[in-house]
């Protein structure tokens, strides 16, 4: 009886140990996006160069655009996406119908001193990590590039400028009493922040969702003056402090304007 219960054991264990290898051995389901990320992953490798192992300092995020249609985009980790730039895949119904980088075109030799950093920088990178165990030394060159880079778009920018200081002012003004909905007295109390010296500042020209933008700076209120508490105990005034507007630097169109009144150095 008890060699019966033995053998019973061990027939159900062997047979459970062969369902487990059974479904094991089954393909997983994947989702339409895991699927999507797969293709975008192959179609970087074939058409860039990009590995797994070169991967590494590349984060992955995915946009689904319609049913069964994703974008797949790969960006540099913090303090390299600017070198690094973004790989895009386009992938519809299982198949991949567009890859592109955002610096294709762009010359990539020179190593670490490239404005560009494509799969040879990313090999360099990883030489560099292997005999150091450090970033700090890619960091230093990232971070010079990115200062290339923002300075030569910021030229681009001023060169692209039709507007005048002026009429960059008027405008900046002409906003802020808008958006924020000020008052004639308040308007009129307007004082521009701009000094002529600081004209080539980098500062004033910036790009927000690509559009070159130059910069309108305007206070209001004096700051250094002790103001009397108000009934609700606060000094502060309402709508009195810093403003700035961001104008489009060939249309004139306002893109963005913000407001800070400086509380606690915020501004």
């Not at 670490?112 to 005999?131: C, H, P, S, V």
């Not at 004639?184 to 500042?201: F, G, I, M, N, W």
């Amino acid at each position: 009886m008890m060699k019966k219960r033995i053998r019973k054991c061990l027939t159900m264990t062997l047979c459970a140990i062969l369902l487990f290898s059974v479904a094991a051995a089954e393909e997983p389901v994947l989702s339409d996006r895991e699927k999507a990320i797969m293709l975008a992953d192959k179609a970087i490798e074939e058409k860039y160069g990009l590995t797994l192992l070169t991967r590494e300092y590349l984060s992955c995020s995915v946009e689904k655009e319609a049913e069964n249609a994703y974008t797949v985009r790969y960006g540099g980790i913090e303090g390299l996406d600017d070198v690094l730039g973004i790989y895009q895949v386009a992938v519809e119904n299982g198949t991949v119908t567009d890859v592109s980088w955002s610096y294709d075109g762009e010359d990539t030799s020179g190593g670490l001193n490239a404005m560009a950093w494509g799969r040879d920088q990313l090999m360099t990178m990883l030489r560099i990590n292997q005999e150091t165990g450090s970033m700090d030394s890619i960091y230093e060159y990232a971070d010079e590039i990115s200062d290339r880079r923002l300075e030569a778009d910021r030229e681009a920018m001023r060169s692209l400028c039709v507007l005048s200081r002026e009429q960059i002012d008027t405008i900046g003004a002409s906003a802020i009493r808008t958006i924020y909905e000020l008052t004639e007295e308040q308007a009129s109390q307007l004082v521009s922040l701009y000094e002529p010296e600081d004209t080539e500042k980098d500062y004033w020209y910036v790009r927000i969702d690509g559009i070159p933008c130059v910069m309108s700076w305007y206070g209001l209120g004096d700051d250094e003056a002790e103001k009397a508490l108000q009934p609700d105990g606060i000094r502060y005034r309402e709508k009195e402090g810093t403003y700035w507007v961001y104008i489009d630097v060939q249309t004139g169109a306002v893109v963005e304007a913000s407001f800070s009144y400086g509380i606690g150095g915020n501004g």
